[in-house]
């Protein structure tokens, strides 16, 4: 994937993301429809041809792809209508695209888009959108992650990714602040994990004790010893290892 050094997020919460998403779809698909070279339309049935541009000026291009269609049956080889139709065709995909992006739906924003390059064939305007929305896929997917992980070592590792993503598009001071706000998150995770850990090895320990097993209690207050050298629950297992 190309380094995308131009693309800026305005924050991290899912409605600016969507709708910086959308920005970035139109601004392709514009550059993508200009400076193309036209042939003169058909004399043939003017007034189904201004019926289709007037549904493409209402942005219904599903219905002017329909009357497209009809007039190619009648004039098949004529380049006018082929092109006529690839652009309405074209422009319906925008409208796909967009209301799943408005809707927060990258996956199906990125479907639509593979789908259509592989019916109608792939151009400059879908492969830079479609690399867009890998980034906003990916970036979308390790957020909700991040966000709703309880594990240090996963959340560290999603870290790392969004480091590398970094690199390849301009984040904006809110997600900057979110990742900030991650790595104490990291953190806290790690000593609630150590302070989880401490207790089950705490409670093992007086298990086997009260069992009778002390020479397996023994070792786990060795264990528990060395992590947590001041730690106060460490008395009631050493008084026990000296009843034993």
Known sequence: MSRMKNVFFTGCT????RRLAALLLLFFFLVSCSDRKVPPPPRAQPELLLEI?????RHDYKAALSKVQK??????????????EGNVRFNLLTVEVNRYLQNGNFDAALNSIQRYETLYGSSSATTEVKNRLFVLTELDSLIGRARNTVRSDELEKILVRLEVLSKEINFSPKILNFLQDQLSKVKNLRKVERDR????????????FRAGDARTASTLTAVYALEAPGDPGINELLSRMTFF
Request: glycine fraction near 8%.
């Open 71 to 84: 007039m190619r049956v009648l004039e098949p080889t004529n380049t006018f209508l082929a092109e006529l």
């Open 197 to 208: 850990m401490l207790f089950g090895l705490r409670e093992d320990s007086l298990a086997l």
């Open 53 to 57: 541009y007037d549904l493409s000026r």
């Open 14 to 17: 899912a409605g600016e993301g």
